[in-house]
């Protein structure tokens, strides 16, 4: 059964950082891609990151480009979110997904994940 764990979310000013992770188990991470995506209320599910399964690609949302770096630790079956510069927009849940193909490049659009943990709050606020 294929598990991911997100943590790492909490509490932070503007202008602070975080760094998420998101543990996988189930499968083996190294020939998957990870996606990060986040929901915040009223608004729809945005894809915010994505790492492709040899570390060959990222990619990232324009909004987060420059503030946010995504890597993966396969030894670890660790997925990271390093948020920087946080602002009140960046107010969500944060969820990560698995690719349901291995060794494919990844992508921020949904469709392909199949697995997905159940997520963790990030709150920007002063």
């Known amino acids: 059964q294929v598990q991911l764990v997100e943590s790492g979310g909490g509490l932070v000013q503007p202008g602070g950082s975080l760094r998420l992770s998101c543990v996988v188990s189930g499968l083996k991470l190294d020939y998957y891609a990870i996606g990060w995506f986040r929901q915040a209320p009223g608004k729809e599910r945005e894809g915010v990151s994505c790492?492709?399964?040899?570390?060959?690609?990222?990619s990232y949302a324009d909004s987060v480009k420059g503030r946010f770096t995504i890597s993966r630790d396969n030894a670890k079956n660790t997925v990271y979110l390093q948020m920087n510069s946080l602002n009140p927009e960046d107010t969500a849940v944060y969820y990560c997904?698995?690719?349901?193909?291995?060794?494919?490049?990844?992508?921020?659009?949904?469709?392909?994940?199949?697995?997905w943990g159940q997520g963790t709050q990030v709150t920007v606020s002063s």
């Open positions: 790492i492709s399964w040899n570390e060959g690609s990222a």
């Open positions: 997904a698995a690719d349901s193909i291995p060794l494919t490049q990844c992508t921020t659009h949904a469709t392909p994940y199949d697995n």
